[in-house]
């Protein structure tokens, strides 16, 4: 398939293309050059923080605070229990 460029520098992708690759309206593309071929990219829409997911390792919440803030408290462990005021 063959293509012309325009003198603003616009290509026109072939309807085939366009239908196989879901090429639509309001699609975005983004163009590199790859060993002295031009490639073209649909930009991925996705959400900054959905982008975030999966950067960490999975972790016990419950385990990680304990390691940072000690054990959870409880009355059997409060030494202090009983010895309010004096």
Same mark, same amino acid.
């Given at each position: 398939? *063959?293509?012309?460029?325009?003198? *603003?520098?616009?290509?026109?992708?072939?309807?085939? /293309?366009?239908?196989?690759? @879901?090429? $639509?309206? +309001?699609?975005?593309?983004?163009?590199?050059?790859?060993? $002295? *071929? /031009? %490639? @073209? !990219? #649909? %930009?991925?829409?996705?959400?900054?923080?959905? @982008? /975030? %997911? $999966?950067?960490?390792? #999975?972790?016990? %919440?419950? @385990?990680?605070?304990?390691?940072?803030?000690?054990?959870?408290?409880? $009355?059997?462990?409060?030494?202090? !229990? +009983?010895? !309010?005021?004096?």
């Amino acid at each position: 398939m *063959k293509s012309i460029v325009s003198e *603003k520098g616009q290509v026109t992708i072939p309807k085939p /293309l366009r239908d196989s690759l @879901a090429i $639509g309206p +309001g699609t975005e593309l983004e163009f590199e050059e790859e060993h $002295g *071929k /031009l %490639v @073209a !990219r #649909r %930009v991925s829409k996705r959400d900054p923080l959905s @982008a /975030l %997911v $999966g950067v960490l390792p #999975r972790m016990d %919440v419950d @385990a990680a605070l304990e390691e940072l803030r000690g054990p959870a408290w409880s $009355g059997e462990l409060d030494d202090t !229990r +009983g010895n !309010r005021g004096r």
